[in-house]
């Protein structure tokens, strides 16, 4: 069975910096590209960031570029985003998920997490 | 980037009847090279992840029941739910993976 479970989230001040890992089973990690998706409260889901299976093709979001890093662990089955320079508009619920096919960075998703929430707050 | 437009905005549909959500890319998302859209339909209930309910344009994923269908090519797309049973009722989403970035409609809400 596929499981994707994210963790990291929580409250963290204007400027800070959070670092959000997801836990990926019941498939062949390395083969797949990996996905961060967001969504505010009460609005749509915004694509974040991708990364391929090797690593060697990684995207962003033009609104995070230079702020949040993904990178992944294929040993550990685990993908990361680091999350620096928080705004409060970056407060949302961030979900992991695996690339079923992916053009050129751009993914559909068919197995995702529960998400975790970040509060950006003084 | 490609635009993606969803109507309406929400719906509100009896039990048994058809549930009809649009989608409109901002440019074509299909590939010439091997005649395929690039356009998945999530369905989303409150407190859960999406769901993937729809690849290419078409393709209803495994175990997805057979009341949701869609279709639709190049610009204009529609995901249609043939006889709206309660546990439909839930926020739908479109979303290109033709050209990075990968982007989403705004969402349908289809209620009872």
């Known amino acids: 069975e596929v499981q994707v479970v994210e963790s990291g989230g929580g409250l963290v001040k204007p400027g800070g910096s959070l670092r959000l890992s997801c836990a990926a089973s019941g498939f062949t990690f390395s083969s797949y590209s990996m996905t961060w998706v967001r969504q505010a409260p009460g609005k749509g889901l915004e694509w974040v960031s991708s990364i391929s299976g090797s690593s060697t093709y990684i995207y962003y979001a033009d609104s995070m570029k230079g702020r949040f890093t993904i990178s992944r662990d294929n040993a550990k089955n685990s993908v990361y985003l680091q999350l620096n320079s928080l705004r409060a508009e970056d407060t949302a619920v961030y979900y992991c998920?695996?690339?079923?096919?992916?053009?050129?960075?751009?993914?559909?998703?068919?197995?995702w997490g529960q998400g975790t929430l970040v509060t950006v707050s003084s | 980037d490609i635009v993606m437009t969803q109507s309406p905005d929400s719906l509100a549909v009896s039990l048994g009847e058809r549930a009809t959500i649009n989608c409109k890319s901002s440019?074509?998302?299909?590939?010439?090279?091997?005649?395929?859209?690039?356009l998945a339909w999530y369905q989303q209930k409150p407190g859960q992840p999406p769901k993937l309910l729809i690849s290419w344009a078409s393709t209803r994923e495994s175990g997805v029941p057979d009341r949701f269908s869609a279709s639709g090519s190049g610009t204009e797309f529609t995901l249609t739910i043939s006889s709206l049973q309660a546990e439909d009722v839930a926020v739908y989403y479109c979303q290109q993976y033709h050209s990075p970035p990968p982007t989403f409609g705004p969402g349908t809400k289809v209620e009872i």
């Open positions: 998920a695996r690339g079923d096919y992916c053009s050129g960075g751009s993914c559909y998703m068919n197995y």
């Open positions: 440019q074509s998302v299909i590939y010439s090279s091997n005649n395929k859209n690039y």
